[in-house]
């Protein structure tokens, strides 16, 4: 199993931005996928899931409305679009394979960095 | 939700068993057995080492145990290797699609 973020980079406040992760060595549309982040010295945040068919979403509660996640299952990739970056969105960016019927992600990517700075 | 209570670091010489415990509440940790635990090492790509509270994911040495009682979850490394100098940090859903994780707790072997 490999994940492999991409998108990151350094951002101007409350400009959009686009995360992809690129998967392989699983089935990937066999599999619930999420996002998750970790601002500097802080523990992971969980950031969103994703059904396997992309019909059912789930955000974190301080995610809501700027946040969405999005798949494509013929390019074994999820997305992040983040609108209206702010400075607390600094962080590392994983994308994980979820497992959500024990509640938790058995496999990560190395993560892409997203620091938020004028 | 809250993020889960852990205490910033641990420490153990080699060969020695180190317990790092997560706090919750009863409306995450003390009402689901869905705790899971998580070691980072710097510069590679997080790991999932404990899940379901007890369960080792292949791979995973028998070294590293969990357990849970009440609120309160616990990771046991025994037989304490240098590779296991690393952040734990550990998890729970916490329902409502929910997931919180605690601040991490930093083992020096």
């Known amino acids: 199993v490999q994940l492999v973020e991409s998108g990151g980079g350094l951002v101007l406040p409350g400009v959009p931005l686009r995360l992809s992760c690129a998967a392989s060595g699983f089935t990937f549309r066999f599999y619930w996928m999420a996002w998750l982040r970790q601002a500097p010295g802080k523990g992971p945040e969980w950031v969103a899931n994703?059904?396997?068919?992309?019909?059912?979403?789930f955000y974190g509660a301080s995610m809501k409305g700027r946040f969405i996640i999005s798949r494509d299952n013929a390019k074994s990739s999820i997305y992040l679009q983040v609108n209206s970056l702010r400075d607390e969105d600094t962080a590392i960016y994983y994308c994980a394979r979820a497992q959500l019927a024990g509640g938790y992600f058995d496999y990560w990517g190395l993560g892409t960095q997203v620091t938020v700075s004028s | 939700q809250s993020a889960l209570t852990q205490p910033p670091s641990a420490s153990g010489s080699p060969g020695q068993s180190v317990t790092v415990s997560c706090t919750g509440t009863r409306s995450d940790i003390g009402a689901y057995n869905f705790v899971s635990w998580y070691q980072f090492h710097p510069g590679t790509v997080p790991k999932l080492i404990i899940y379901e509270v007890t369960k080792r994911p292949s791979g995973v040495p028998d070294r590293f145990s969990g357990s849970k009682s009440g609120n309160t979850a616990s990771l046991t490394v025994s037989g304490l290797q240098a590779d296991d100098e690393a952040d734990y940090y550990c998890s729970s859903f916490a329902g409502n699609n929910n997931f919180i994780f605690g601040p991490g707790t930093k083992v020096t072997v």
């Open positions: 994703i059904k396997q068919d992309g019909s059912e979403t």
